[in-house]
């Protein structure tokens, strides 16, 4: 039942991760990769993430029962195309993108006869670290996995995409990609706009560098996401920008609703919005995690 | 040297470490707490944080090496008025407020003799949980403490002060209590701020609960700090709301140049603002801390 031959194009993080798990697990006694780069496709060799590399996205992906795509947003159109020309039609095809509205569109322009084969996914876990050396077999395990589904994605595909992310250690998910995008633009992206936007406030006052030395825990993971990728961030922003923009309109409102308590030195209504922050914060879980994981 | 007689005003997560953490060092042989809750001053008892309760500030710090005031901030110039009154003049004391320049206009306005004895301190430590049940004899632990000393803080008492901080594991650093305000308003009050706003954003929407129950890793690290107590934070944010607002002022027009770049469709200018927030926090290190802890 489970993939022999997987494919993975692009040998980053996220795809690195998903052979090893793969492996792990049991499947994937195949494993096929492809990557723009010549030193990506030595080190994914190199460390055995994957056993043969291509320099062609159609040889790698002949004859693959599991294609996984785990490239930057912005290179999804054109991996798509090459896909589409030599993968199985019995295959199945995955992506990993943090948007997915914009990848649905892209997919149903490329994928052409084969956009029955394709689940759109969205493994919610990642690293502040990118490249196949930080790899890691764990990435998924106890992590959600958001899977929407198009109208033309095969039956049997969804319910293998479910059986392989399961498999990984994932807790799977579906929902439509518009609710996806709003519920990430929220809770992902908006959350890197704002550490990436307080890291440029203070570092450029004069005495930022100063301040920045003096932070302590809270302020080491409340910024920690603001060091993630430039180009992966720029892709799912921008993929994801009307649904981003409306949320920060939104979240520009609710900091006036503190910087006017403050103004007008009213601390019953200051109370009452921390409050309100902190009981909703204090009640929530990671998903599947155990309680003392918040 | 060392002080033995340690009265501690406030037995809560602050106060509770500190007496467990000297405690530990070996000096602290006299532990006297005062809590206004008499639920608190039992609870202090019976965890083995102080070896004596009362039931009035007066009593607690009479005979006392050093005194730790450890309250939420607007409580603080009515304890001050009381440990006037009954400390020693050859006494220590300090706070543990997250704020400076307030905390020393008060002391300056209610200590009157014993304005000399008063080292402000500020160990950048804390938990999300309040409370004496959550004390942690290794909260100070390789973490920073800032000392604001005023134009009266005698100079031995400063030298003790440093000395007490680092025999808890605390690395010691002097500023103004201008500068620490500036510091902390932009690495620590302003992320509060943030992290409070973007839950409630989230919050308030229709689908917002279910939005927040799929936040991963990154949410959790970044909205980590949205549980902290209400009223402690209150206090912090009234008694800061001008350098918390020049902040905020700022922050705002970090987040409006992300906006911009998403609304005009400029891939290139928000990959630069992402690039240069990453590379920022990308060098960032925890102070006292090993690289892995970032």
């Not at 100063?210 to 990728?229: E, H, N």
């Not at 007008?264 to 309100?276: D, E, F, H, R, S």
């Amino acid at each position: 039942m489970k993939p022999q031959k997987l494919a993975l194009i692009g040998c980053g993080l996220m795809g690195g991760s998903f052979a090893l798990a793969a492996r792990r697990a049991g499947w994937a006694s195949h494993i096929h990769g492809f990557s723009a780069s010549e030193t990506t496709r030595h080190k994914a060799l190199a460390l055995g993430v994957i056993d043969q590399a291509h320099e062609s996205i159609e040889k790698t992906v002949e004859g693959a029962d599991l294609v996984l795509l785990a490239v930057p947003l912005s290179a999804t159109a054109q991996c798509f195309e090459a896909i589409a020309q030599a993968m199985p039609s019995s295959a199945l095809l995955m992506d990993v993108g943090s948007t997915k509205s914009d990848v649905v569109a892209v997919a149903q322009t490329t994928l052409a006869g084969k956009l029955s084969c394709f689940v759109p996914a969205h493994p919610i876990a990642g690293k502040e670290v990118a490249g196949i050396e930080h790899a890691d077999a764990d990435l998924y395990q106890n992590r959600q996995v958001i899977l929407t589904p198009t109208a033309s994605s095969g039956v049997l595909q969804v319910a293998l995409a479910q059986e392989i992310w399961r498999s990984l250690g994932g807790h799977v998910f579906q929902m439509t990609p518009a609710q996806h995008d709003a519920t990430f633009a929220a809770v992902s992206h908006v959350p890197h706009l704002l550490a990436y936007a307080l890291i440029n406030a203070i570092a450029a006052q004069a005495d930022g560098a100063q301040w920045l030395a003096m932070g302590g825990p809270g302020f080491r993971d409340f910024s920690r996401i603001a060091a993630s990728d430039p180009v992966i961030w720029r892709d799912i922003l921008m993929a994801n920008r009307h649904e981003v923009l409306r949320q920060t309109a939104l979240l520009r409102q609710a900091l006036e609703d503190f910087e006017t308590a403050l103004q007008q030195g009213q601390p019953k209504v200051l109370q009452q919005l921390i409050a309100k922050a902190s009981a909703t914060r204090a009640a929530w879980r990671l998903s599947g995690s155990s309680d003392s994981d918040v």
